[in-house]
Structure formats: structure tokens, C-alpha cells
């Protein structure tokens, strides 16, 4: 019986990495008989222009209903002085909500073919494979109250409210230590216990949950402001980080760049098993270069590669598509990003080539 992926093509740069990772299927298809049912739908600001709303109901719903969506990033500043809930990226976050994919899983992986393309010394990053696991349904994105209110003397207020629950916590752990014991069995946790409180539940949390099941993998409470020192001077240290939702965004960006390129870096979102899995590329909408055939779409290819390994249960397939992308990088392939000539489809080609 084949899968359904439902495809989120998004704005900006959006539509061109995601017509690569289409591109990709129909050789999947052809060459090694993958039977895949696509569908796609409006997302973002395409959904706004259209609809008057940055996801409708029924997308909502087509995409819980769905094995696995795979979108294109959201927003521009066409959109930037919308009223919040219509802007492009609230669709983001409700589809997140709405889906319940709670744990963000962000490889930051040095090719060795780009390790010099690092702003860090090679020998800083060669062999770099670290793992962010970011919670994604809860903290400071989400919390209550939020606004921005008026004083009596005419200035302004704006608040959010960063709370997690132990529920919360709990289950987003249990995919980071989960995880841990298939790769190098070590956790970072990531907070700031020491002035939050919010930080001091997290820790709390997390270490009950190691103690009674997960004693066997090696723990460490990590500062988020010392993480983000030690990723920008040891990143070979860490193997899977877990973090609540805002420290996440911040820190797996960061560690995207020591790879090379935000455009090389995918995601992943889960939640319980057997539910759909939401999948992004991390970097931006990049409206600036929108349209000029210069994004490069590895990040949405390796999306669709980790949405094949986990919720389209082909892994042989994903394998083949990692090792496809690292031989057209290892014969020379780059974007302009890369420090390289080819644009968006010739990089698309590239793979395919390999594949």
C-alpha cells in the first residue's frame, strides 16, 4: 500500500527546493519502483494571497491525515506588518500544534567534502554529527499571557510567557535519550536553570526521567549560554542535545553554520508514533534571492531523505539518497553558498545523477 506525503511548497525560496525534492521522487519512482502518493497544498503566504488565512482547516486536516508533509519555508516581508495571527509563520506554528509534533530533531553534520567550508578550522568540524532534539509544541512560542500592552504614560509593554509542564518535558526526553542509545549514547540537556524557572522544572525533569530509565546513557546539564560557547569552540563534544523550543531555534542555527551552509541542514518533526511527521529544511524563505535559481535545495532533499526513514518506511531508499547527495558533493557539486557556480536545478541534477 503506498504512502501519502503531503507537500507544503511555501514562499520565497520555498517552491524552488521543493520542486528538487519532487524531481527526486519521480526517479525514486521510476528507477526503483517507489510507489508514493503526492499531494500539496497552499502554505504560508501563497495561503494568505489565496485563502486569507496562512493554513486553512482543511490543510490542517489533510495534513494530520497524511504519513508525512514535507514544506517549504513561509514569510516575507510582504506579510511582515500583518496582524500576528496572519502572518505567514503562525501557520507554521499551528500546523505544529495541530499535528502535535513535539520533538524537532536537527542534524548538524559536517560533510567531509565541506568541512573547509566551515568558518571553523577543519580539524574543529571534520566528522562534526550532532543531533539537536527540540521541543516543539510548548515554551515561550506558545505560552499565555502574551501581548504587548499600552501604560498610563503612553509607553509600551510587551510580554511572553515561557512555561512547560512535566508532561512536556517528559516526552520530548524520552526521544533524545531514545535516540542517544543508537548513536553515541551521550545527552546534553540545555537550559538555564540557574535564573529561570521554567529552566529549573527542565532540569528537574530530566534528570527523574534519566534516573529511572535511562541510566545507561551518559547525561550532562549544559547552560544554553555556555552550549553556545562551547558549539562555537568544541562541537565534536556533543552528541544529541536536548532543548526546550527557544533555545532550540537559536542554538541548532548555530550550529548550522559551523557545517558550511544553512542550506545543507534538514529536520525533522515527530510525535506519538504512527502519527505523521512534519519535515523542513531549517533555513529561511531567503525572499531576497527568491525566483534567481541560487537556493541551495540539499536541506529539502535531506528532509525528504530523514521523512523517508521515519515516517514512509523506506529506509533503503533513504540510505540511497544520502549516499547520492554526499557523491555529488564529493565530485565537486556546490551552489553559490558552497562557494560554488551551479544553481538550484543543476545541484537537483547533481543528485540525481548519483541516484
Known amino acids: 500500500m503506498s504512502k501519502t506525503l503531503l507537500l507544503l511548497h511555501g514562499d520565497g525560496i520555498g517552491p524552488e527546493v521543493i520542486t528538487q525534492v519532487e524531481r527526486v521522487i519521480d526517479v525514486l519512482r521510476v528507477s526503483y519502483g517507489f510507489k508514493l502518493n503526492v499531494e500539496s497544498a497552499l502554505f504560508g503566504g501563497a495561503s494568505i494571497n489565496a485563502c486569507g488565512v496562512p493554513i486553512s482547516d482543511e490543510t490542517i486536516a489533510r495534513a494530520k491525515s497524511a504519513d508525512a508533509v514535507l514544506m517549504g519555508a513561509v514569510g516575507g516581508p510582504k506579510w511582515a506588518n500583518a496582524p500576528r495571527d496572519k502572518r505567514p509563520e503562525m501557520g507554521l506554528l499551528n500546523l505544529r500544534k495541530e499535528m502535535v509534533v513535539f520533538a524537532n530533531l536537527r542534524p548538524a553534520i559536517c560533510f567531509d567534502a565541506l568541512a573547509d567550508a566551515s568558518s571553523l578550522k577543519r580539524e574543529l568540524v571534520a566528522g562534526l554529527d550532532i543531533m539537536f532534539v527540540r521541543e516543539l509544541c510548548g515554551g515561550v512560542y506558545f505560552g499565555q499571557p502574551r501581548g504587548i500592552d499600552v501604560l498610563p504614560d503612553g509607553s509600551k509593554r510587551g510580554y511572553d510567557t515561557q512555561v512547560y509542564t512535566t508532561g512536556e518535558i517528559e516526552r520530548?526526553?524520552?526521544?533524545?535519550?531514545?535516540?542517544?542509545?543508537?548513536?553515541?549514547?551521550?545527552?546534553?540537556?540545555?537550559?538555564?536553570?540557574?535564573?529561570?524557572?521554567?529552566?529549573?522544572?527542565?532540569?528537574?525533569?530530566?534528570?527523574?526521567?534519566?534516573?529511572?530509565?535511562?541510566?545507561?546513557?551518559?547525561?550532562?546539564?549544559?547552560?544554553?549560554?555556555?552550549?553556545?560557547?562551547?558549539?562555537?569552540?568544541?562541537?565534536?563534544?556533543?552528541?544529541?542535545?536536548?532543548?526546550?523550543?527557544?533555545?532550540?531555534?537559536?542554538?541548532?542555527?548555530?550550529?548550522?553554520?559551523?557545517?558550511?551552509?544553512?542550506?545543507?541542514?534538514?529536520?525533522?518533526?515527530?510525535?506519538?508514533?504512527?502519527?505523521?511527521?512534519?519535515?523542513?529544511?531549517?533555513?529561511?524563505?531567503?525572499?531576497?534571492?527568491?525566483?534567481?535559481?541560487?537556493?541551495?535545495?540539499?536541506?529539502?532533499?535531506?528532509?525528504?531523505?530523514?521523512?523517508?526513514?521515519?515516517?514512509?518506511?523506506?529506509?533503503?531508499?533513504?540510505?540511497?539518497?544520502?549516499?547520492?547527495?554526499?557523491?555529488?558533493?564529493?565530485?565537486?557539486?556546490?551552489?553559490?553558498?558552497?562557494?560554488?557556480?551551479?544553481?538550484?536545478?543543476?545541484?537537483?541534477?547533481?543528485?540525481?545523477?548519483?541516484?
Request: no cysteine; proline share 3%.
Open 172 to 355: 520530548v526526553a524520552h526521544v533524545a535519550f531514545e535516540l542517544a542509545r543508537k548513536r553515541k549514547n551521550r545527552v546534553a540537556s540545555l537550559e538555564k536553570s540557574n535564573v529561570m524557572e521554567s529552566g529549573l522544572l527542565w532540569r528537574q525533569v530530566v534528570t527523574q526521567i534519566h534516573q529511572d530509565y535511562y541510566s545507561d546513557v551518559a547525561l550532562e546539564h549544559v547552560l544554553a549560554d555556555n552550549a553556545a560557547m562551547q558549539i562555537a569552540r568544541a562541537p565534536k563534544q556533543f552528541d544529541v542535545l536536548l532543548t526546550d523550543n527557544l533555545f532550540g531555534d537559536v542554538l541548532s542555527d548555530l550550529a548550522a553554520a559551523i557545517t558550511g551552509s544553512i542550506g545543507l541542514l534538514p529536520s525533522a518533526a515527530l510525535g506519538e508514533k504512527g502519527k505523521p511527521g512534519l519535515y523542513e529544511p531549517i533555513h529561511g524563505s531567503a525572499p531576497d534571492i527568491a525566483g534567481k535559481g541560487l537556493a541551495n535545495p540539499l536541506a529539502a532533499i535531506l528532509s525528504f531523505e530523514m521523512a523517508l526513514r521515519n515516517s514512509l518506511e523506506r529506509e533503503d531508499l533513504a540510505d540511497l539518497l544520502y549516499t547520492a547527495v554526499i557523491a555529488a558533493l564529493n565530485k565537486g557539486a556546490r551552489t553559490k553558498d558552497l562557494g560554488g557556480t551551479l544553481n538550484t536545478s543543476q545541484m537537483g541534477d547533481a543528485v540525481i545523477a548519483e541516484l
